[in-house]
């Protein structure tokens, strides 16, 4: 079965009755005994189970629930990574998460920092009280980011099991789900928020989710807004983008001044003549005869036209007006330019606006340019023994950008069954400005606590971003044996 998500336009705390405002409009689907609504944003799944067939309020005893997700959306059982949520025995509002280890096989049930709470309550789909479980699941959680399906439409796959003993209650869905993952049902994410026409250029609405406004028209790099959906400071941009138009423009393009057509121009750099930019894409639009979305190509014509997408139609992504990826340009500062065309491809008058973005196609440089004890510089594979309890090893590392797109970096050992240390780690600020990162640089000494084979580890995150969140990083690791 098929089940779609809409756009939480405020965050959801899950206190509020799902006749609650912030409920309007959630994605239903209906399953044995009740219903799931859905409804997310760029940071969480906001989900409810209506059971309104559980009439008898003996939650934590004779009330239960999974929540099964397949978090790589392949349809096996993958050891370790797939997760069931239940809820604690005897425990209301304390929610546990399982991985599956086999068909019908887990880990134990661990606690969980999942936003949840249940409910005895009427709602719109049942005046009588009963059941209601209320999920806020971080996206990352389920292994979903709105921009990694860039042109598909974020998905998951999940399962659902319902237990009642009053009255009796048993509602697997799909039937065994636990054992087969094949006919899991589907979840699609809605990347549609309502953003306000007053941060959207008149033309070029969003890049992604960041609007057009937050983006530096020198710089060509993007700052959002404390508390915004998508929080950037300083970044880039780079892999596949996705150019939205401002919404009621665009419409109003579309119904009042006939705009059928577009071109899109370009230039490197803020300086010369636009030129017609050549690009392809997909994007998907809900079929409704099927239940599903199918695929639809976009790509230039003969004259460099670009037809628009039907309002009428739900897309994947709405509102886009192009899409390409990064890759296909040069490092540095690129400038585009949407002109919009009748039927018969006659232009259409149109505020100006230029879009100004810095591309960035590189990660950071990571290097382990030594690891040291005392004098003695440590290679791959060496073992070294520590000489009393305060004796360490010092690393001397790169993590740098020549183009300034540095967000982070962190020096770290693992030994054993993952136990981990911080050697060094800084994070970009905004007064840091177009921050390199740095070179050369020496850690504090670092006092193992154990003999034993550690990695030693070098990551930096890029401060470039597809327009739903930073994208890119670069890792070097060296092993050594430690003996205390």
């Not at 409804?39 to 009330?63: C, E, I, M, P, R």
Request: glycine fraction near 8%; charged fraction near 15%.
């Amino acid at each position: 079965m098929i089940a779609t998500s809409t756009w939480a336009d405020v965050p959801i705390n899950l206190t509020e009755n799902l006749a609650d405002p912030v409920w309007s409009g959630a994605g239903k689907m209906p399953i044995s005994g009740g219903f799931l609504y859905t409804k997310n944003d760029a940071q969480f799944l906001y989900a409810a189970l209506d059971v309104v067939g559980d009439t008898g309020n003996d939650s934590g005893v004779g009330d239960y629930f999974w929540f099964t997700f397949d978090r790589n959306r392949d349809g096996n059982i993958t050891p370790n990574f797939d997760v069931n949520y239940g809820q604690y025995p005897l425990i209301p509002d304390k929610i546990g998460r399982q991985f599956y280890l086999a068909p019908g096989t887990w880990t134990g049930l661990n606690p969980d920092l999942t936003v949840f709470k249940t409910a005895f309550e009427t709602s719109p789909g049942g005046a009588t009280a009963h059941r209601i479980w209320k999920f806020k699941f971080k996206l990352t959680d389920l292994n979903v980011a709105l921009g990694a399906f860039s042109w598909f439409p974020p998905f998951t796959r999940f399962g659902i099991k319902i237990h009642s003993t009053n009255p009796p209650l048993e509602a697997d869905s799909p039937p065994n789900f636990w054992t087969n993952f094949a006919g899991l049902h589907t979840l699609y994410f809605s990347r549609r928020p309502r953003i306000s026409t007053a941060l959207m250029g008149p033309v070029i609405g969003c890049v992604g989710l960041i609007p057009t406004t937050k983006i530096n028209a020198a710089s060509g790099k993007a700052t959002t807004d404390p508390g915004y959906m998508v929080q950037v400071q300083n970044a880039a941009f780079g892999g596949l983008l996705n150019i939205i138009g401002n919404q009621p423009n665009l419409r109003s393009l579309i119904t009042a001044s006939g705009a059928r057509f577009i071109k899109v121009k370009h230039r490197t750099g803020t300086a010369g003549v636009l030129t017609d930019f050549i690009t392809s894409w997909n994007n998907y639009k809900w079929n409704v005869a099927i239940n599903d979305y199918v695929l639809e190509s976009f790509s230039a014509d003969a004259g460099n036209f670009y037809q628009l997408q039907d309002i009428a139609l739900d897309y994947s992504i709405h509102d886009l007006l192009f899409q390409f990826d990064s890759g296909q340009l040069s490092q540095g500062i690129h400038q585009f330019q949407v002109e919009f065309y009748n039927a018969s491809k006659a232009p259409i008058a149109i505020p100006l606006q230029i879009l100004t973005l810095s591309i960035d196609n590189t990660v950071p440089i990571v290097k382990i340019n030594a690891i040291k004890h005392g004098a003695t510089v440590l290679n791959a594979c060496d073992i070294v023994q520590m000489t009393g309890p305060a004796d360490g090893i010092v690393v001397n590392f790169d993590a740098n950008d020549p183009d300034n797109n540095v967000l982070s970096y962190s020096v770290y050992a693992v030994w054993g069954d993952g136990a981990s240390a911080t050697l060094a780690s800084d994070n970009y600020t905004l007064p840091k400005g177009d921050w390199a990162g740095v070179q050369n640089l020496n850690t504090p000494l670092w006092v193992p606590v154990r003999t034993c084979a550690h990695s030693i580890n070098v990551l930096a995150y890029s401060r470039t971003t597809n327009g739903y969140g930073y994208i890119r990083y670069n890792s070097v690791s060296r092993y050594i044996t430690i003996m205390k």
